[in-house]
């Protein structure tokens, strides 16, 4: 089955600095690609995805990429604020719709102020 | 609702017990899932239905665990005998099919103790 792994597990910026988080998944045949972050006390929200159709997708301060050849996909988090803070999950799934995400374990985030 | 609702938000029981968790989707949303939090740790699968379809139940971690869902709204998952290893976050994600709309939404969790 798929297997993700998220590097670093703990990952501290300065305000205004850049914050990469990376992964690798297994299974080739997996094509979706989302990214949770998570608050103290909350469940996951979805913030940016990828399908393996393209390569890079950005919305606003973030941008996920995505590398297919060597099944690695990151998330770049631009401008880092303290309401970044929060733990960030990867995910990968081998169908585009309706099937169940496989999530890495989790990198926590603090942007020091 | 406007999001993905859990009952109850925290719960305590004695080892050997039987718990029973609660999640109401998304109105419409045809796709369900729930999943195991530990402290400090990723999400663990468990169970996910998908409209009228046999459920994927691969992740249930033994037969203890069981999980209901009535048509496309509420889900009901059942740990029987609890162990002190149960204790953790479970979680419940709805999602539509909908391709421009397509990605879980997920529930604030049941926070599980057994003491």
């Known amino acids: 089955g798929e297997n993700v792994e998220q590097h670093p597990s703990t990952l501290s910026v300065q305000e205004g600095d850049s914050a990469v988080i990376k992964c690798t998944y297994s299974?080739?045949?997996?094509?979706?690609f989302p990214w949770y972050k998570q608050e103290l006390g909350k469940g996951p929200q979805l913030i940016i995805d990828?399908?393996?159709?393209?390569g890079e997708k950005k919305d606003q301060r973030i941008a996920v990429t995505l590398n297919k050849t060597a099944k690695h996909f990151s998330l770049h988090i631009t401008e880092t604020q303290p309401e970044d803070s929060a733990v960030y999950f990867c995910?990968?799934?081998?169908?585009?719709?309706?099937?169940?995400?496989?999530f890495g374990a989790g990198t926590i985030l603090r942007v020091k102020s | 609702g406007a999001g993905v609702s859990q009952s109850p938000s925290n719960k305590v029981t004695e080892k050997g017990k039987d718990v029973e968790l609660r999640c109401d989707p998304i109105?419409?949303?045809?796709?369900l899932y729930w999943y195991r939090q530990r402290l400090g740790q990723g999400l663990e699968f468990l169970i996910y239905?998908?409209?009228?379809?046999?459920?994927?139940k691969s992740g249930l971690p033994s037969d203890r665990f069981s999980a209901e869902r009535t048509g496309e709204s509420v889900s009901t998952l059942t740990i029987q005998r609890t162990q002190q290893e149960d204790s953790a976050v479970y979680l419940c994600?709805?999602?539509?099919?909908?391709?421009?709309?397509?990605?879980?939404?997920f529930g604030s969790g049941t926070r599980l103790t057994v003491v």
């Open positions: 239905f998908q409209g009228n379809s046999a459920p994927d």
């Open positions: 995910a990968a799934s081998r169908a585009e719709y309706g099937n169940k995400l496989v």
């Open positions: 994600a709805s999602s539509s099919l909908d391709r421009a709309n397509y990605g879980y939404t």
């Open positions: 990828i399908r393996s159709n393209v």
């Open positions: 299974d080739s045949a997996s094509n979706y």
């Open positions: 109105s419409g949303h045809t796709a």
